[in-house]
Every structure is written in structure tokens, then in C-alpha cells.
């Protein structure tokens, strides 16, 4: 038997050789998450402008990143994304840009672009997870 921690799912024993059997298991790799915001991160984006977040981790390597935000009361989504009307916006509308020069990760810094539309500033929540592994 080896040693370590584990965690089975309702009905399942720990002394399983199945990986499926676990919630986790310290002998199996698992993504390390290597930094996440303060609830209640935000960034204030003038009428018809946009702001770009720069979030420095310094891992050496372009690390995979999770980002969620909350761009219009009620309306969270996650990574990049365009709401359009059929989300239920108007016209105009906040959003992360999807261009790969304006939102990634790089060795140093982990940057996202929200672009605001509307004719008034929009205060846009966010958070995120940096991944402080490669994946491979």
C-alpha cells in the first residue's frame, strides 16, 4: 500500500487502484494553482475605451491562464468573449478583447484587454487563476 493523501469519492475505498475512484489522490499529478486575485478585483474602464490588466507571476514560462468576468450586473463569462444581443446586452456592451496581442500569457505577465463600448464608465469585476505548471 503507499502512502499519502487521499480522497475517494461516496462509495469508493482508498485502497482503489482506479484514478476515477478519487476526488484526489496525491499520487497522481494535478494542476497547481499558482495565483489568483482578492475577491472583489476590479477595473475601472472609461465610456468607449479600453483598459488592459497586467498581472506579473515572473514563472519563467507562459503559464495557462482562467479568466472570468463579470461585464455587465449579472452577466459573468469566462475567458474571451463578445456578449452580443442575443445575451440579453444592448447596443453597446463591454467586453475582453480576443485579440493574442492584446490578451495572454507570456513568461512574465499574465495580460487581458476590456474594451467598454457603452457611453458611461463601466467598473468590470474579474478573477483569474494562473496554473503554476507548464501542463506538460
Given at each position: 500500500m503507499?502512502?499519502g493523501i487521499k480522497?475517494a469519492?461516496?462509495?469508493k475505498?482508498?485502497?482503489?487502484?482506479?484514478?476515477d475512484?478519487?476526488?484526489?489522490?496525491s499520487?497522481?499529478?494535478t494542476?497547481k494553482i499558482y495565483?489568483?486575485?482578492a475577491?472583489?478585483?476590479?477595473v475601472s474602464?472609461?465610456a468607449?475605451?479600453?483598459?488592459?490588466?497586467?498581472?506579473?507571476?515572473?514563472l519563467?514560462f507562459?503559464p495557462m491562464?482562467?479568466l472570468?468576468?463579470?461585464?455587465?450586473?449579472?452577466?459573468y463569462?469566462?475567458g474571451v468573449?463578445l456578449p452580443s444581443k442575443?445575451?440579453?446586452f444592448p447596443?453597446?456592451?463591454a467586453?475582453v478583447?480576443?485579440?493574442?496581442?492584446?490578451?495572454?500569457?507570456?513568461?512574465?505577465?499574465?495580460?487581458?484587454?476590456?474594451?467598454?463600448?457603452?457611453?458611461?464608465?463601466?467598473t468590470?469585476?474579474y478573477f483569474?487563476?494562473?496554473?503554476?505548471?507548464?501542463g506538460?
Amino acid at each position: 500500500m503507499t502512502y499519502g493523501i487521499k480522497v475517494a469519492k461516496t462509495g469508493k475505498s482508498v485502497t482503489s487502484t482506479n484514478p476515477d475512484d478519487f476526488i484526489f489522490n496525491s499520487e497522481y499529478e494535478t494542476i497547481k494553482i499558482y495565483d489568483e486575485p482578492a475577491v472583489g478585483s476590479s477595473v475601472s474602464v472609461g465610456a468607449g475605451s479600453s483598459t488592459t490588466v497586467t498581472i506579473t507571476h515572473n514563472l519563467g514560462f507562459a503559464p495557462m491562464c482562467w479568466l472570468f468576468t463579470e461585464l455587465a450586473t449579472g452577466h459573468y463569462y469566462c475567458g474571451v468573449c463578445l456578449p452580443s444581443k442575443a445575451d440579453g446586452f444592448p447596443s453597446g456592451y463591454a467586453y475582453v478583447g480576443p485579440n493574442s496581442a492584446e490578451t495572454y500569457s507570456d513568461t512574465t505577465y499574465f495580460k487581458f484587454k476590456i474594451y467598454n463600448t457603452t457611453g458611461a464608465t463601466k467598473t468590470v469585476k474579474y478573477f483569474y487563476f494562473i496554473f503554476g505548471d507548464d501542463g506538460l
